[in-house]
């Protein structure tokens, strides 16, 4: 019979192997627990990875680059212009000095009596191609006596237009040397409007930065132009020279006037060569 040390013995040494066993077992579910979880990190990773190149590879399949929107451009001329009550002949008219200095050498038209009949027809020479214009001293006599002055002179010669709009008020605006949309002859004159004045496709008409602070500058209307009566038209486009201003048109702009004034530089350039006017 087994004496009590005996058993003590052997209650000691099945007390260890239990423990072994125990800790035996605790290390393999350790090691189960950590492959298990890099086996899920890794199809987590894998999974992410795939998602990530799947929606990728479907965002360039099934989202092409959008397209710019083609400008719709009016192809009827509108009614030439024409005041409802005929002008004095001759009109007085006044170039004052405006405080800023001239972005070229010029010289101001004379002071004085200018007639308020007959036309006047100029060609602007660019780059892109001939604009005719027709200018007319029934509609503004004095606008038409700056614009010829101004051509005679070289103003316009070597300048480009600095702006063009092409959704809601579709025009090319130019007559600026310094190509900001700020520069002008260093004088200005007053505004030759008359209330009834509808502006449209083929018209030419002053710009200005509010009542009478006409300058050099002046735009050229291709399309709509939805605009109060307060700028001076001084004449018109023909077709011809339409078509050259609706090929810049469709090539748009880089939206440097947004959101106001509107529009932008022309992404095809428009450089004036010369202005030539024809007595």
Excluded: W
């Amino acid at each position: 019979m087994p004496s009590n040390e005996q058993r003590r013995q052997a209650a000691k040494r099945k007390l260890e192997r239990q423990l072994e066993r125990r800790a035996v077992q605790a290390k393999r579910r350790r090691t189960i627990t950590i492959g298990a979880t890099i086996v899920v990190v890794i199809a987590v990773v894998v999974g992410v990875f795939y998602f990530t190149r799947t929606s990728d590879d479907t965002a360039q399949q099934e989202i092409p680059p959008q397209a710019q929107p083609e400008i719709q451009i009016p192809t009827e001329l509108a009614p030439a212009p024409k005041r409802p009550t005929p002008l004095a002949d001759p009109v007085s008219c006044e170039y004052k000095p405006n405080g800023e200095p001239a972005s070229k050498p010029v010289n101001p038209p004379a002071n004085g009596q200018v007639s308020s009949n007959g036309t006047v027809q100029a060609t602007i020479n660019t780059n892109q191609g001939a604009i005719p214009l027709t200018l007319d001293r029934s509609l503004a006599p004095c606008t038409v006596n700056s614009f010829v002055s101004l051509a005679q002179q070289g103003f316009y010669d070597g300048t480009s237009c600095h702006r063009i709009g092409t959704t809601g008020l579709q025009m090319l605006q130019c007559g600026d040397p310094s190509g900001s949309g700020s520069g002008g002859p260093g004088y200005a004159f007053d505004d030759e409007t008359f209330p009834e004045l509808q502006y449209g496709r083929g018209y030419l008409a002053m710009a200005n930065s509010g009542p009478n602070t006409n300058g050099s500058q002046f735009f050229m209307v291709f399309g709509e132009a939805p605009l109060s009566p307060d700028y001076t038209v001084f004449g018109t486009i023909t077709e011809e020279g339409l078509k050259v201003i609706d090929d810049v048109a469709r090539a748009g702009d880089d939206g440097a006037y947004e959101p106001s004034p509107g529009g932008g530089k022309p992404n095809k350039q428009v450089n004036f060569e010369k202005v030539e006017i024809k007595a």
